[in-house]
């Protein structure tokens, strides 16, 4: 079964670092990209980044460069999403999900979603 | 602001149909065919229900289906079941500085 089992839950502190993890299986992790979308708490969609498993090369939304860095390890297929200095304003769920690269032949879209992570920041 | 504009909500009874709105520009939906739609029930994470504007993922009822007209796309489903009721998202390529933009999200009633 082709999924993608993201970390748990993290409650933290503002200013604190924090690092949550995407782990693909099923599939040949190298093959697809992989992105991560932010969704705060009855709000929509916002598309953070991707990253391309083989080569690192990541690609980062406008609104996210600077704020969050994306990361993986392809030798035990998962991808991160890391911030060195967390913001009350970060509270959200994020998604890790599979991404088909525009123009590579499949769906140019995000097929495989992980369960989420919610990430609480609070003091 | 969302990059691509959806209707805030929609409604309809059971075995009607409806359609969904995605208006965009001609840096992204008008410009490509890389319109995909996302179907979201409370607390759970998205699943790909359109890709390329109207083609469907394996094992995705065909009662969904999507299109394209100028720099607007429509997620229509017809025979609506109460399980349909969710948030739906479109999305699609940008040629602007990002390469991804989201809809606001629409939320379909089934009353």
């Known amino acids: 079964e082709v999924q993608l089992v993201q970390s748990g839950a993290e409650v933290k502190k503002p200013g604190e670092s924090l690092k949550i993890s995407c782990k693909g299986s099923?599939?040949?992790?190298?093959?697809?990209?992989i992105g991560w979308v932010r969704q705060m708490a009855g709000k929509g969609l916002e598309w953070m980044g991707i990253i391309n498993p083989g080569d690192s090369d990541a690609r980062y939304s406008p609104s996210f460069q600077g704020q969050v860095t994306i990361s993986a390890d392809k030798s035990i297929s998962t991808a991160y999403l890391q911030w060195s200095s967390l913001k009350a304003s970060d509270t959200a769920m994020y998604y890790c999900a599979r991404f088909h690269y525009y123009g590579s032949g499949g769906t140019d879209a995000f097929d495989i979603w992980g369960q989420g992570t919610m990430v609480t920041v609070s003091s | 602001q969302s990059a691509l504009t959806q209707p805030a909500s929609v409604s309809g009874s059971p075995g009607q149909s409806i359609t969904i709105s995605c208006t965009g520009t001609?840096?992204?939906?008008?410009?490509?065919?890389?319109v995909s739609w996302y179907q979201q029930h409370p607390g759970k994470a998205p699943k790909l229900m359109i890709y390329d504007v109207s083609n469907r993922p394996s094992g995705v009822s065909n009662r969904f289906s999507g299109s394209k007209s100028g720099n607007t796309a429509s997620l229509t489903i017809s025979g609506l079941q109460t399980e349909d009721e969710a948030d739906y998202y479109c999305?699609?390529?940008?040629?602007?500085?990002?390469?991804?933009?989201f809809g606001g999200g629409t939320k379909l009633t089934v009353l």
């Open positions: 999305s699609s390529y940008t040629s602007n500085n990002a390469l991804v933009v």
């Open positions: 099923g599939y040949r992790f190298t093959t697809y990209w």
């Open positions: 001609s840096s992204d939906v008008g410009g490509y065919n890389y």
